[in-house]
């Protein structure tokens, strides 16, 4: 049902002629001081198109008379802190990563440089805290097949591990000990036992004395008689609770069976040589760094 307008008998104002549950709306008028400004942004509004981008076209937009580029800007800003940063870099080029470690100021852009490029290339792996996951070593302990010291972490990282890419690649092969028949059954299960002897672990006590002799024979040339491992060969420690593949009996059977060949990529073709060093310093700090 339409409503006719009429003057409210409270105020005076003539309504609308609109009505909800009695309630009849008031027909006032905008404030002056509102239209004034909302006639003042119209004008701005012209006046904008006029001097700033605005407009966009088929393929572009249109400049403005000022030819203002938020893009050129960030371009701009960018190529200065390029250049800021360019002075820390050379230091980084010209310094080792121990004397990068030495100096406060330098560390700590290292780090932050060191930080961000572990984020782009490396948390893809071993997880964005480094803690890894199975066969993507932790790079937050002690643990270090191939040694945790500044140096031989840059090493690593630039060279990477058994790739076909970098001829100085860090590179060792367990034999297949059950897949190329080097040992029977019963003594790779043997070894297994030996293996979760000593390294603290539930273990069948009549099968260790054999599995010990399988080790000395097969295993010790890498691992050390004292399982202790060997970093030039990058062979694990079989005596702590650190394993890359698990360290389960099952786990240990099928690493004995099959062995394990883990690939890392020689980041030193893809990654300028400041980039490697701040790497190394960062993997070094995580807290597992030797």
């Not at 509102?34 to 605005?54: E, K």
């Not at 643990?143 to 690593?156: D, H, M, R, V």
């Not at 672990?201 to 691992?223: I, N």
Request: net charge negative; hydrophobic share 40%; charged share 20%.
């Amino acid at each position: 049902m339409a409503h006719v307008a009429d003057k409210d008998p409270v105020s005076g104002v003539d309504t609308t002629g609109h009505e909800w549950d009695g309630i009849k709306e008031l027909d006032n008028p905008l404030p002056r001081w509102w239209l004034w400004v909302f006639y003042a942004c119209c004008l701005w509004s012209v006046g904008y198109w006029i001097v700033m981008p605005a407009w966009p076209l088929v393929s572009s937009y249109t400049k403005g008379l000022l030819g203002h580029s938020q893009r050129e800007i960030l371009i701009e800003e960018l190529a200065a802190a390029k250049a800021d940063q360019a002075q820390w870099l050379d230091r980084i080029k010209g310094a080792s990563v121990t004397e990068i470690q030495a100096d406060p100021q330098l560390r700590d852009f290292a780090m932050a440089g060191g930080r961000s490029a572990f984020a782009v290339n490396c948390s893809q792996c071993h997880g964005l805290g480094a803690a890894g996951s199975k066969g993507y070593p932790n790079l937050n302990d002690d643990a270090w097949l191939w040694g945790g010291k500044p140096e031989e972490i840059l090493f690593t990282i630039a060279h990477g591990i058994r790739n076909d890419d970098d001829p100085d690649a860090r590179w060792s092969e367990m034999p297949k000990f059950g897949k190329d028949g080097l040992l029977e059954r019963g003594q790779i299960a043997d070894v297994v036992e030996y293996v979760l002897s000593i390294s603290g672990q539930d273990h069948d006590a009549a099968r260790v004395e054999a599995g010990k002799t399988v080790f000395v024979e097969q295993c010790a040339a890498c691992h050390g008689e004292n399982a202790r491992g060997n970093p030039e060969l990058g062979a694990p420690n079989l005596t702590d609770s650190i394993w890359l593949y698990g360290g389960d009996r099952a786990a240990l059977t099928e690493t004995v069976v099959n062995a394990r060949f883990g690939i890392m990529p020689a980041w030193g073709l893809k990654l300028d040589e400041a980039t490697l060093k701040q790497l190394a310093v960062y993997v070094h700090a995580l807290g597992g760094g030797q």
